[in-house]
């Protein structure tokens, strides 16, 4: 049996540790003054704070929009299927004395297409003239918004983001084509339920409460300007919706059909990131540059395809067809291409963080000690990238 004085000294051991402990790590060692980093600031203004209101993840918002749209995507009727099927019998004439069918036809350059890489093109010196610390792929609305002043956002009873103007990238007329070829005209009612906490599992899977937290809506700037803004009537834009998050929007790269040399979009650059095959699954495509459908964004709409569909490009886009037979039926490389129509885009609805998904950097660079080389370098090393130096453009 245990005797009681033991049990009882332990006790009071035990105790007077624990409180030791407690005023060590209130106080320093020598009982001094108290560590910073143990003691939570005490706010100025009052004596408690309530949590911040947030909505859904950018992640959470990105993966219910790919599991809406491409399904409808995948369910479009027989007319859409007639275009295709002419498209090929236009540019294959004689595959009925093959003894091949037509949806044969299609699968095997579907198939040649789906194994073609996915790419971003860059400008080497831009991107490598310095050491990259950030851990991901940025797209524009992250890179080109910024938060209002306190006293800015006050005026305007806005969300504090807006979303600037940068180079020949107008922020309305970005904004407005993006939300056009993204979203159909049905997704702004279908579904529209009130705010809920989070994505409730009915309401949250709507079209409309997708849209919500990834469409802009975009509405002139009406706050103050700068002077070089005045000068070239180019006003930012803050999005109509408060619930409006910019990491919900999708990363521009491009899928090169034509195995072209220089990657997809040599406009942007001459070098280009390869990117990882598992994004090119979850991507919505279009057969050129989304840019073009300014002007008339219900035709972006109406092209869209998915990856299971990408030989459907060459009913929307006869130069495209072309090219797409001459490098994914008769295997002849495409030459290089500055052209904007012949751009078979991908909106990557995703974060893309370098880790595991840059598989290669094609750098064109003819000095491979040059600053820009090892800076590449010493980036390929640290995210398990292939680099590959690639000749001059021509």
């Known amino acids: ?15 007077a540790t624990l409180q030791e402990l407690r005023v060590r790590r209130f106080f320093n060692h020598d009982g001094g003054s108290p560590v910073p980093r143990d ?5 100025k203004d009052k004596l408690w704070s309530a949590a911040p209101v947030t909505g859904p993840s950018a992640g959470l918002v990105q993966a219910h929009f790919v599991k ?21 019998q236009q540019r294959l004439a004689g595959l009925n004395k093959s003894g091949m069918s037509w949806m044969d036809a299609f699968k095997l350059i579907n198939s040649e297409m789906q194994r073609c890489d996915l790419t971003i093109n860059f400008n080497e010196t831009k991107w490598f003239s310095q050491k990259i610390d950030y851990e991901s792929y940025a797209q524009m609305y992250e890179l080109a918004g910024k938060k209002l002043p306190s006293y800015e956002r006050d005026k305007m009873g806005a969300d504090p ?19 056009g070829v993204t979203f159909p005209k049905h997704w702004k009612t279908d579904g529209a339920s009130p705010l809920t906490r989070g994505l409730a599992p009915r309401a949250g899977l709507t079209p409309a409460r997708v849209r919500l937290q990834m469409a ?45 040399l220089h990657g ?39 092209q869209q395809f998915p ?35 012949m751009l078979l885009e991908a909106h990557i609805h995703g974060a893309v963080p370098f880790a595991g998904n840059i598989k290669k950097i094609v750098l064109c660079e003819s000095d491979q000690m040059s600053a820009v080389a090892l800076n ?14 690639n000749v001059p453009y021509s």
Request: charged content about 20%; hydrophobic content about 35%; proline content about 7%.
């Open 1 to 15: 049996m245990d005797n009681p004085c033991l049990v009882a000294s332990h006790r009071y051991f035990v105790t």
């Open 39 to 43: 003691i939570p600031p005490v706010p």
């Open 68 to 88: 809406i749209r491409l399904g409808e995507l995948e369910r479009r009727g027989p007319e859409y299927e007639k275009k295709i099927i002419a498209a090929l």
């Open 161 to 179: 983001y807006t979303l600037r103007t940068v180079g020949t990238n107008f922020a309305k007329q970005r904004a407005d084509t993006d939300d």
């Open 216 to 260: 802009v809506d975009a509405t002139p700037w009406t706050g103050p300007m700068t002077k070089a803004q005045q000068d070239e009537g180019r006003r930012a834009q803050h999005p109509a919706s408060p619930h409006f998050n910019p990491k919900t929007k999708q990363v521009f790269a491009a899928l090169n059909y034509g195995k072209r």
């Open 264 to 302: 997809s979009a040599p406009l942007y650059g001459n070098s280009y990131f390869v990117l990882a095959d598992h994004l090119k699954a979850n991507a919505v495509y279009y057969p050129m540059d989304t840019f073009t459908y300014s002007s008339n964004v219900s035709m972006g709409i109406k």
């Open 307 to 341: 990856y299971t569909h990408l030989a459907a490009a060459m009913a929307f886009n006869d130069k495209m067809g072309d090219d797409i037979i001459k490098a994914c039926w008769n295997g002849t490389r495409a030459p290089n291409t500055l052209g904007t129509d």
């Open 376 to 389: 590449a370098k010493k980036f390929a090393r640290k995210w398990g990238a292939e680099l590959a130096f």
